[in-house]
């Protein structure tokens, strides 16, 4: 491609409405722009690596033996009710009405409606199993856009779905998934983790993983082992259960069932405690502000926070330095909304403001977990304004009928898994997610076989789904820098780039010319920029469209020698024209393999 017929504007400065430095890359070099909030065009260049990102997952579902279909975008509003997510989705569907006032979903994902397809399309065993994929358009009406592709309103995505008579069916299929996404992800160049997640609205609980690309910008937080393997989402990642080792009893199952005179005698040996001891702390209603006031580790404090579940009000006791993990306390009290408090159901719940709520002589359900109930003693509110308590003990002075994880992992957690690493906390990018759903649609939409023995039985279904376009987004925020791009051989736009500093000189124009056509005779693909520009302007465009092998023509032409660059190893040489061409295949080559 001539660079000078290419639709291709760059822009000098990075656009106000980028927040992250890759989206500011590829709104400069020309690859998307915005229609509105969440909403993206892709122009010629950004349509190139979305396209090679759909080819290297088509060849690895082929290889998988995954088939493609095509699902419509718009899918009847009485499916999803009755698959029970409509409620679930909320504000975040998108719909429509027909003239009729028939209520559409624009497809924000397509478990309802491949469900459908099957159970009109299957009904004996002997068609199962049966995979199928898709990658297109999905809407989701998200509150806040931001990070560009990140998190849009329209997104490109690659959805699967398998179908199987049985649980060992499905974990074949989701082993041979789970096996594909690594394919994917290390042929587009990302590095990545595979984590335990949560299922979220997709819904199932027979098992699932996040795929991470690693970023610094990115929204979701993973707890990673560097002793074993163990890598999982903070939401899900467990924590260990205090083991007794300093106050003598055996995990949290141990404490919830151990009457409070026997605990007291095995937690105090010789020493001996006293009764709370309340102490005036005006105007101190925070962690840091109580440990900076009294010279205080958070540690040693415990956290009494009041969430609202299902409209029922409940404590969450974490240590100081600890967050709580409101899905873990939602799956524990089986609630499908919880949330913190607001201060005035604060104040109606405890009798006193935030700041100030602690556990002892509380009235509501008391969750704790398993570090405050490891906890000898601790400092908590009182439960009356301007004062806390210091002594305060679990087991004796507030309930232990309900331990548990109910906190966020931290930065030098022990590994739940191999018990002997220690985790680090590292931010990243969701771009691909595996679920195993089980009969969550295909018993509620009736998607069923007759099996060997003539009984009626729900498929066994999984999903599987990688955001196309945020993974395009995912590359370049990993191969951003210093106002450049360097893509990864599998996903440039060109594989090679040649610059004529100035297409004036005769010299210059005709060895670029051949250049041109010895690399495309080769199949590969070429941009050659032969526009009327300055040099600077042509060289800053190179980094923004980030070919990972660059040629420059410039002074030398005369006498058929260029400057070669590899972007991607660092190596710049000046060469012959014919040992230019042999480094560029000899890149080629090895990048196939």
Not at 53 to 70: K, S, Y
Not at 411 to 417: A, K, T
């Amino acid at each position: 491609m001539r660079q000078s017929q290419l639709l291709l504007n760059t822009l000098r400065e990075r656009p106000s409405e980028a927040d992250t430095e890759g989206h500011g890359l590829l709104l400069r070099g020309g690859y998307i722009r915005q229609l509105a909030a969440g909403i993206y065009s892709y122009l010629p260049l950004g349509r190139r690596v979305l396209r090679k990102v759909e080819d290297i997952v088509r060849e690895e579902m082929e290889r998988a033996g995954v088939q493609e279909v095509m699902l419509p975008s718009l899918q009847p509003a009485e499916l999803w009710m009755e698959s029970g997510r409509y409620g679930t989705y909320g504000k975040n569907l998108m719909t429509a009405s027909d003239r009729h006032g028939r209520e559409f979903v624009l497809g924000p994902t397509h478990e309802e409606a491949v469900t459908s397809l099957m159970k009109n399309e299957v009904s004996s065993y002997r068609k199962l199993p049966v995979r199928v994929f898709q990658i297109g358009t999905k809407f989701r009406d998200e509150k806040r856009p931001r990070f560009g592709l990140l998190r849009g309103r329209e997104f490109i995505m690659k959805d699967a779905y398998s179908f199987d008579i049985s649980e060992e069916g499905l974990d074949l299929s989701y082993r041979t998934m789970f096996e594909a996404y690594h394919r994917i992800f290390a042929r587009c160049g990302l590095r990545f983790r595979a984590v335990e997640a949560d299922a979220g609205t997709i819904g199932g609980d027979g098992g699932s993983h996040e795929f991470i690309a690693l970023s610094a910008i990115g929204e979701d937080t993973v707890a990673v082992c560097g002793h074993c393997d163990y890598a999982a989402n903070l939401e899900q990642a467990e924590t260990v259960a205090w083991n007794g080792a300093n106050a003598g009893f055996d995990g949290a199952e141990s404490v919830s069932n151990t009457p409070p005179e026997t605990r007291d005698e095995a937690a105090a040996g010789s020493v001996s405690f006293s009764l709370p001891e309340k102490f005036h702390t005006p105007d101190v209603r925070t962690i840091d502000q109580l440990a900076a006031a009294y010279s205080l580790n958070p540690e040693q404090i415990i956290k009494t926070l009041i969430y609202r579940a299902d409209g029922e009000s409940v404590a969450v006791l974490v240590r100081g330095d600890h967050e709580v993990n409101e899905l873990k306390v939602g799956k524990y009290l089986g609630a499908e909304d919880i949330a913190l408090a607001d201060s005035d159901a604060v104040e109606a719940a405890a009798g006193v403001i935030s700041g100030y709520v602690g556990p002892v002589g509380l009235g509501l359900p008391l969750l704790v977990d398993h570090a405050v109930a490891a906890m000898t003693e601790g400092i908590a509110g009182a439960g009356e304004p301007d004062f806390h308590l210091r002594g305060v003990r679990p087991g004796r002075d507030f309930s232990l009928a309900r331990v548990g994880d109910f906190r966020n992992a931290a930065e030098g957690d022990e590994c739940p898994r191999c018990r002997e690493g220690r985790l680090t906390l590292h931010r990243g990018i969701e771009i691909g997610h595996v679920f195993k759903l089980g009969t969550r649609y295909s018993g509620k939409l009736g998607a069923a076989f007759l099996d060997a023995s003539g009984r009626e039985q729900s498929m066994i279904m999984g999903c599987y789904g990688i955001g196309i376009s945020r993974l395009l987004a995912a590359v370049a925020e990993q191969n951003a820098g210093d106002g450049t791009i360097a893509w990864p051989d599998a996903l440039a736009p060109y594989a090679v780039q040649i610059i004529i500093v100035s297409v004036k000189e005769e010299a210059q124009t005709a060895l670029g010319d051949k250049l041109y056509g010895t690399l495309q005779a080769l199949g590969l693909e070429v941009l050659l920029d032969d526009r009327d520009e300055r040099p600077g302007v042509k060289f800053k465009d190179s980094g923004l469209i980030g070919a990972p092998q660059v040629v420059v023509i410039g002074r030398e032409a005369a006498v058929g020698r260029v400057e070669y660059e590899n972007r991607l190893s660092g190596v710049k040489e000046t060469l012959g024209l014919d040992e230019a061409v042999l480094r560029i295949k000899e890149h080629v080559n090895n990048s196939r393999i």
